[in-house]
Nanobody
Framework: QVRLVESGGGSVQTGDSLRLSCVAS?????????????MVWFRQAPGKEREFVAA????????HYSVPVQDRFTVSRDLFENTMYLQMHNLKPEDTAVYHC???????????????????WGQGIQVTVSS
C-alpha cells in the first residue's frame, strides 16, 4: 500500500511563503515496488469543493497549474526520494484550505486535473493565511 504524507503547512500572513512536501512510501521487507507516474496537489476550503492546484508528471517533469496559483506557486519533485513539493509565494487569504497530495501509480494517458486519475491520497495538511 502506498502511503502519502504531507508536511510544511501552518499559519502565515498575507504575502508570506510556505513550502509543502508530499512523501510517497511503501512498507516492504526489501525495497519499494511501486512506480509514480504523476502527483498532484488539491485543496479544499471550508464549504467549498476540492479544487485542483498543481500537478507534475513524473517521467518528464511537466507541470500544470490552476489559474489562481499559476504565478505564485511552483510544483517540483525529487525522483530519488519520491517526494513532491509545492513552493507557495505571496500567499493570500483565499489560499486558506486543507491541501491534499495524491499520486498515480499506473501508466498511460490521464487527465491530470481530475481526482479520479489518482489512486493514492494523503490525509491533508492545513494552510491558513490571515490578513
Amino acid at each position: 500500500q502506498v502511503r502519502l504524507v504531507e508536511s510544511g503547512g501552518g499559519s502565515v500572513q498575507t504575502g508570506d511563503s510556505l513550502r509543502l512536501s508530499c512523501v510517497a512510501s511503501e512498507q516492504t521487507f526489501t525495497k519499494p515496488t511501486f512506480t509514480i507516474y504523476g502527483m498532484v496537489w488539491f485543496r479544499q476550503a471550508p464549504g467549498k469543493e476540492r479544487e485542483f492546484v498543481a500537478a507534475i508528471e513524473w517521467p518528464g517533469g511537466d507541470t500544470h497549474y490552476s489559474v489562481p496559483v499559476q504565478d505564485r506557486f511552483t510544483v517540483s519533485r525529487d525522483l530519488f526520494e519520491n517526494t513532491m513539493y509545492l513552493q507557495m509565494h505571496n500567499l493570500k487569504p483565499e489560499d486558506t484550505a486543507v491541501y491534499h497530495c495524491a499520486a498515480r501509480t499506473f501508466p498511460g494517458t490521464y487527465y491530470y486535473r481530475e481526482e479520479y486519475s489518482y489512486g493514492h491520497w494523503g490525509q491533508g495538511i492545513q494552510v491558513t493565511v490571515s490578513s
